[in-house]
Every structure is written in structure tokens, then in C-alpha cells.
């Protein structure tokens, strides 16, 4: 682990806190950051947080490069930035809207996904088979399912809130799309079951529907 | 060369080593060189089943260890000359053995027999590993219930990436009469969720456990269903072509006196 204390990380209520040193210059800083973000390994993997920047007095386009540090080495979904080293507040998505284009890719996997088994994915993923019970699938965009669904997904894990699940016979034990959650504890109807259906959000639920036209 | 076929479960409990048994002993019969090995280090069962355990002098861990030779180890069936059987070790535990260590034992029998059937630990640590590293093929046996089932899609899947592509199911303790009132999973509940072939289906026998406790085989019995859904898995394994035993409950007469009244 890198000793230097020029940037320390703080668990906050509302997301992490970054304390950067007073006297440390700019690109010591990021470099730090940079490295302190690798140390941590899939900690903040697929994270979705606000970051609030304390210590050291930063303009805009050093906010920025510091958020780029975060989104290239950590995968990490900043929702919101709170700067308190001065007056400055940014909407993350004004900061950064360029970027995200070369992740969305697709996978595709030609087989069931057993019990115990677990595909974490940038961008989307696509199953030709069934996805068994204790199966667990993260993905930042939708999930799709041509076969059956009985394990876990989590669609939109960087807060991509368009994302969906779907398959063609659908019975999860759990969903998530960005950073809502639904439990199917009594199982799912048998409409549901029986036929296509897919989930989505809206309004911050995670709705489950058939897909008829 | 032999056939390498390991018999696996995941779960405990759900017959791997009455399978094993079983299914070595109708090979043998059928007239095939088969030798069962028992890679369940440290809980020795299979040598009890097949009413051998008196005859041990060497194991498994001695061999790999360099004790004795490998046929000094192998000891002959009482029913079939056929037969030999590999015991596990009990005093070891399944560290013991490396799953090179089973390649290379598996691989100085393969020259002498049709087939090898080795015993797979219930589990899916070490134990398990070692079994499947030399395997070509796997039987896996499940009850129909949803934790055997779970369990074994999870075997399944490791059997995959270990690239074992000859994968079957052996549905053992299958209950006629349940499945029909729909209290018991069925064979298509199961295979479903499995997605793999089915070798056989082997009703549930109370005489398993006599027989078993003898140190006798149901194959070897001739009045016992589940012997003869064995030596169907069996003749199956040798021909894929031989037709799956069909299992029917035994309707009592006046059962199907009242069917026909009601009915009407």
C-alpha cells in the first residue's frame, strides 16, 4: 500500500470523502490517487457514490482530472461531487459526459450458467441457455436471458437506469437494476413465469412485466 | 484402454458409492475388466459395500506413496474375477493425495481395463478434485430434490470447466407414486434445470439397505428393481443405444379396480 499521505480516503454518510494535502502539488496528488485507487483492488468496483473533496483548493479542470482518475481505475459511478475546498459544486455528468462509449460492448455466452458460477461484465450480456439458481450475473448494461432465469442479475451496476433483465422464462430469486432491489420471496406469478417478461426501473422500482405487443 | 468415468454428486448421501458399486458389479457381469477406485480419502465406504473390507492389505495413499505396487493394492471382487477394487485410505485425509498423483495411478491401470470407475467424495474441495482430474466422462447422481438438484447443477459446472464434456445423470430414488401426485420433482423437473443427459433413473428400493448392509449388490439380486435399473445405467454406459428403464409404480389391483369406478 502506498504510505503517502498526501490524498486519504474517509468514509462519509453520503459517499467518500478525499482529503487531499494542503501542500502537495497537483499531479503528486493524482498520481497518488491513482495508485491508492489500484491498491484498493475491487473495493470500489461498481460502486455508485457521491465524492466530496476536502483539504486542498482545486479548480474545475483539476476536479475533473481527479474524477477521470477515479472512472478509469476504479470503474466507479460518481453520482455527485461535492468540492468543500471551495464554493465549487458539480453535477458529475457535466463533468465527464464524453466519456463511455468504448465499454458497452456485449458479451455473449453460448451455454447455461451453473450454480456458483459469475459473469461481471462492462456492457451488456447475452445468454443462450439458463441461468440456474445460485448463478449471479453483473452487468452495467441489460441483461438478457434466452432460456430461463432462476439466479441473481444486477443490470446497470454503474446506475444506468434504462437497464433491463430479461428472459425467457422468468423466475429470479432477486434482481437489481442500478441501485434498486426487489426479492422475489414467494416466487414470481405464474404469467411471468410462463412467458417472456423482463424487468425494468421506474420511478425507482423495479417493475416486472410480460413482453406482449 | 480404459474408460475413466468418475461418479460424482456434490451432495452427500444421494448413493454415489451404491451407484459405484452397483454399476461396477453389472459391468463385470456384462463381462468387462473394471476396476472401482474409492478417492473418498479418510471415509472409506465402497470396500463396506462391496463386502470387501476384510480383504484390504494396501490402499490408495500407499500406492501414490510408493509402499507397494499398484496391483498389490488391487483387490479381487468375491462375486467377479473381473472385478478388482482400489480402497481409500482411513487414516489419511484427501490432502494426502495430489490430483497429478491420480493421473498417474488412473493412468498406469488404464493399459489393463475397460473400465474405471472412481468414487468422487461428497464436496467439492480437494476430495473432488482429485477424483475428476483423470476422468474422460462423469455420472452425475442426484435425488430428485432441490438441494441434491442445486448441487449438482454446481457439480455440473465444474465438471465443465474442467472440461469433461461426457456428462449424465443418474436419478436415483425416483418414487413412482410421489411424482405422479406431484409431491416428488420429476425427471424433466430435473433435467430442466440440468440440462445434461440422462444415463437412468433407479427407483427407490428399501432392499438397497439390506443388501447393502451385507455387503451385497442389488444388481446381484434378481428380484430387486433397483438392481435392475443398474444393470440398464450399466448396459447404457457400454451401449448408448440400449433403452432407459422405464419406472412404473406397483399399482395394487384394488387401486386400479377403484380407478376404473371412478372413472365411470
Redesign the interface.
Known amino acids: 500500500m502506498t504510505k503517502d499521505n498526501a490524498v486519504i480516503f474517509k468514509g462519509g454518510k453520503t459517499g467518500i470523502i478525499v482529503i487531499l494535502d494542503e501542500g502537495a502539488d497537483f499531479s503528486h496528488i493524482s498520481q497518488v490517487l491513482r495508485q491508492k485507487i489500484r491498491d484498493a483492488g475491487n473495493f470500489f468496483a461498481g460502486a455508485s457514490t457521491s465524492i466530496t473533496f476536502k483539504g486542498k483548493v482545486l479548480s474545475e479542470d483539476e476536479i475533473a482530472e481527479l474524477i477521470e482518475v477515479f472512472d478509469d481505475e476504479a470503474g466507479i459511478n460518481i453520482t455527485y461531487v461535492d468540492d468543500q475546498t471551495g464554493e465549487l459544486q458539480i453535477e458529475q455528468k457535466s463533468v465527464k459526459s464524453a466519456k463511455k462509449s468504448s465499454s458497452d460492448e456485449v458479451l455473449y455466452r453460448k451455454?447455461?450458467l451453473?450454480?456458483?458460477?459469475i459473469i461481471t461484465h462492462n456492457g451488456s450480456v447475452v445468454i443462450l441457455?439458463?441461468v440456474?439458481?445460485?448463478a449471479e450475473i453483473y452487468a452495467t448494461g441489460s441483461v438478457m436471458i434466452f432460456g430461463?432465469m432462476?439466479g441473481f442479475a444486477h443490470a446497470g451496476t454503474e446506475g444506468n437506469e434504462k437497464a433491463i433483465v430479461c428472459a425467457f422464462s422468468f423466475q429470479p430469486t432477486h434482481l437489481k437494476i442500478a441501485s434498486a432491489e426487489v426479492h422475489f420471496y414467494e416466487g414470481v406469478p405464474d404469467v411471468i413465469k410462463e412467458n417472456p417478461s423482463y424487468a425494468f426501473l421506474q420511478d425507482g422500482a423495479i417493475y416486472v412485466d410480460t413482453i406482449s405487443t | 484402454m480404459a474408460e475413466i468415468i468418475v461418479v460424482t454428486s456434490g451432495k452427500g448421501g444421494v448413493g454415489k458409492t451404491t451407484t459405484t458399486a452397483n454399476i461396477g458389479v453389472a459391468l463385470a457381469a456384462a463381462g468387462k475388466s473394471v476396476v472401482l477406485i474409492d478417492a473418498d480419502i479418510g471415509l472409506r465406504n465402497l470396500d463396506v459395500v462391496m463386502g470387501l473390507e476384510n480383504r484390504i492389505v494396501y490402499d490408495l495413499v500407499q500406492v501414490v506413496e510408493g509402499v507397494c505396487r499398484v496391483k498389490q493394492a488391487l483387490i479381487k471382487d468375491k462375486r467377479y474375477e473381473n472385478l478388482h477394487l482400489l480402497a481409500a485410505a482411513q487414516t489419511k485425509d484427501k490432502g494426502a493425495v495430489s490430483p497429478e498423483q491420480m493421473v498417474k495411478l488412473v493412468g498406469s491401470l488404464a493399459d489393463d481395463y475397460d473400465y474405471i470407475v472412481i468414487d468422487c467424495p461428497a464436496g467439492i474441495e480437494q476430495g473432488f478434485q482429485n477424483a475428476i482430474a483423470a476422468a474422460q466422462r462423469a455420472i452425475v447422481v442426484a435425488t430428485p430434490e432441490v438441494s441434491s438438484v442445486r448441487d449438482a447443477d454446481r457439480i455440473v459446472g465444474l465438471l465443465e470447466a474442467a472440461n469433461i464434456k461426457d456428462i449424465r445423470l443418474v436419478l436415483n430414488r425416483i418414487r413412482p407414486e410421489l411424482t405422479k401426485r406431484g409431491e416428488m420433482l420429476t425427471l424433466s423437473d430435473v433435467t430442466d434445470v440440468l440440462a445434461i443427459d440422462v444415463l437412468g433413473v433407479v427407483p427407490d428400493d428399501e432392499s438397497i439397505v439390506t443388501t447393502t448392509n451385507r455387503g451385497e449388490v442389488a444388481v446381484a439380486e434378481a428380484g430387486s428393481k433397483a438392481g435392475a435399473a443398474f444393470r440398464n445405467v450399466a448396459a447404457r454406459i457400454v451401449d448408448e443405444n440400449v433403452a432407459m428403464l422405464e419406472i412404473t409404480s406397483d399399482e395394487k389391483f384394488i387401486d386400479k379396480i377403484r380407478k376404473i369406478f371412478k372413472k365411470s
Open positions: 451455454s447455461n451453473r450454480g456458483g458460477q441457455g439458463d440456474n439458481a445460485g430461463a432462476r
